[in-house]
């Protein structure tokens, strides 16, 4: 889906996320997991807002009739925005030890919107085999880093795919020393020293930071070439991520008191944010790429 296609879809998505029964699923949601309504409401709004991210992701690969699977799909809001347009979208979302509310809020929403008959694989992704389902899109937003088994699930992906079909995926480049989830430097070596450095946002954020693999641009290279993959990758994202700070005001507020911060206005200030546009991929966080099957 190019240009005006893309357009559309994102005007759909903003009706989408603005019909949102808000009140109704905070209350749900307050009720069955211990929030108050106020918390219910703001954990919603945040997870909605990142369905603008995932659309910036795969808008201009959205096409009528291609089949595709979300990994790692959360909520399942963008699936369900997806299957509410028609399209023939398939959301994967394994239960995970330490997401309870995460599991809570997605059956919410899953109940809210039950009549779309969304089809949801609750199982993890290198049993994607299994089913013997094919996909023409793969794709997946801040998914990746919290795999356990990454090179297992990556296989389960490759043989999920069709043979020219296209896999695209974001999360954060740990070679990059920073970790986005919980605004700290991190050396993917010694992870354990930020541990140590950092103990209170590190026990504030324990079922995350427990969950993260510290996937690298070059694990990304090599998994790639072990299962016989290509893959490309953007540039300039993270000028974007910064960018994004000022634009968005969910996103800030979710890296307020953060490192990022500081370093996003530093870099402003001093007319250095703009050459970030030209770091190589390498360098950068978050990473977004697209994988295909060689010589496809």
């Known amino acids: ?16 996320l603005q019909s949102l029964p808000l009140d109704r699923l905070s209350r749900e949601l307050a009720s069955r997991c211990g929030m108050t309504q106020e918390e219910a409401e703001g954990f919603l709004k945040v997870y909605a807002n990142e369905t603008r991210t995932t659309l910036d992701l795969v808008g201009g690969e959205i096409e009528p009739g291609r089949r595709m699977l ?23 979302e394994p239960s995970a030890g330490g997401f309870g509310k995460f599991e809570i809020a997605k059956r ?3 109940d809210a919107y039950a009549d779309l008959g969304l089809r949801v694989f609750e199982f993890p992704a290198q049993d994607l085999p299994a089913c013997g389902e094919k ?3 793969i794709f997946s937003n801040n998914v990746l880093e ?3 088994n990454l090179e297992e699930a990556w296989l389960g992906m490759c ?6 079909g296209m896999m695209v995926h974001n999360c954060p480049n740990y070679f990059f020393p920073y970790e986005p989830h919980l605004g700290i430097p991190v050396l993917k070596p010694f992870p354990q020293l930020s541990a140590l450095c950092f103990r209170g946002a590190v026990a504030q954020w324990r079922d995350v930071w427990d969950s993260l693999n510290f996937i690298s641009y070059f694990d990304v290279k090599r998994l790639a070439k072990a299962s016989g993959m290509e893959v490309k990758f953007n540039r300039g ?3 974007e991520a910064l960018s994004r700070i000022d634009r968005d005001p969910l996103f800030r507020e979710r890296h307020s008191g953060s490192l990022i911060l500081t370093v996003a206005a530093v870099l402003r200030k001093t007319g250095l944010l703009g050459l970030l546009r030209h770091i190589p991929p390498m ?3 978050p990473m977004i790429f697209q994988c295909s099957r060689s010589g496809e």
């Open 108 to 110: 919410v929403i899953l």
């Open 237 to 239: 994202l993270l000028f």
């Open 70 to 92: 979300e990994v790692g799909a959360g909520l399942c809001l963008f699936s369900v925005f997806l299957k509410q347009q028609g399209h023939d979208i398939t959301a994967l």
């Open 1 to 16: 889906m190019k240009g005006g296609g893309v357009a559309d879809l994102r005007k759909r998505l903003e009706d989408f």
């Open 146 to 148: 919290h795999i356990p």
């Open 135 to 137: 996909f023409d899109l």
């Open 283 to 285: 360098f950068s966080t």
């Open 159 to 164: 043989a999920a795919l069709n043979p020219k």
